[in-house]
């Protein structure tokens, strides 16, 4: 929400004292927060729905609404919120409908190098990519990954195949936000991005002892 301060900033610079005092009464203040009507109001009249791009993609729901303000999301202040809004997010996850939790191994793979999907110029029925070597990595033998999640790599093989260990891995795929009120991890399931079946083949990229993600560890690593 820093746009308008800085904006406000340049306006200063320009003008001098006169049009600081008009700029200055328009915004509440300055600091976190004190610009987001200015700053929604700006982005809702420059953003256009186009395709499946719809603009209620701008309407903010409770969790998105709470980590909005991160300060705040994150202060022993909200410990209560966040606890809330996680049990919120967690009574939305539906389980496997035919107890399965694994599907194939290699379609995870081809779901999590696959970024594409939901934007305008995909087609509804076109279905989307998990995204998640994006932010993991996954099968050590792909190279280029991102790093703002943990390593998954030997996710099975370190944890196992209990019960709990295989809800808790589902929860995250589906809601990420069921266990981590404001995770960076999109919730692909919560959101429609992936499907029940996507998720199972997924899984057992994480699961199964045969995908790469579990193989023994090479010299290299
Ligand atoms: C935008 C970044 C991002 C994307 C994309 C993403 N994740 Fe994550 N993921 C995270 C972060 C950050 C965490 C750790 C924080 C948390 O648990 O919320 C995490 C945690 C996890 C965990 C729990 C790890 C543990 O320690 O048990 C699993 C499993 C996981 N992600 C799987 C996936 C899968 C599968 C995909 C693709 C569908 C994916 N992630 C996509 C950021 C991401």
Redesign the pocket.
């Known amino acids: 929400m820093k746009h308008f301060a800085l904006l406000a900033a340049a306006l200063l610079a320009l003008a001098g004292p006169a049009l600081s005092q008009t700029v200055l009464s328009q915004t509440a203040g300055w600091g976190p927060g004190a610009d987001d009507a200015a700053f929604s109001r700006m982005l809702a009249s420059s953003f256009k729905g186009k395709g499946v791009a719809t603009i209620d993609r701008l309407t903010q729901d409770e969790t998105q609404a709470f980590c909005s303000n991160p300060v705040l999301a994150a202060s022993p202040a909200a410990a209560a919120q966040r606890q809330r809004i996680e049990a919120a997010n967690m009574a939305t996850v539906k389980w496997p409908s035919d107890g399965q939790w694994l599907g194939d191994w290699k379609q995870g793979e081809a779901?999590?190098q696959s970024g594409r999907g939901n934007t305008w110029s995909d087609k509804a029925d076109t279905p989307n990519g998990?995204?998640?070597y994006?932010?993991?990595q996954i099968s050590p033998t792909e190279i280029s990954y991102?790093t703002?999640?943990?390593s998954?790599t030997q996710?099975g093989a370190l944890r196992g195949q209990g019960e709990e260990t295989l809800k808790?891995?589902w929860a995250?795929?589906v809601n990420?936000k069921a266990?981590?009120a404001c995770?960076?991890?999109?919730r692909?399931g919560h959101m429609g991005i992936?499907g029940e079946t996507q998720i199972k083949h997924?899984m057992a990229l994480?699961f199964d002892p045969k995908s790469p993600v579990n193989a023994q560890p090479g010299p290299t690593k």
């Open positions: 779901l999590a998990g995204n998640c994006n932010c993991h991102g703002i999640g943990p998954l996710y808790a891995a995250k795929i990420a266990s981590n995770s960076n991890m999109p692909a992936l997924l994480l």
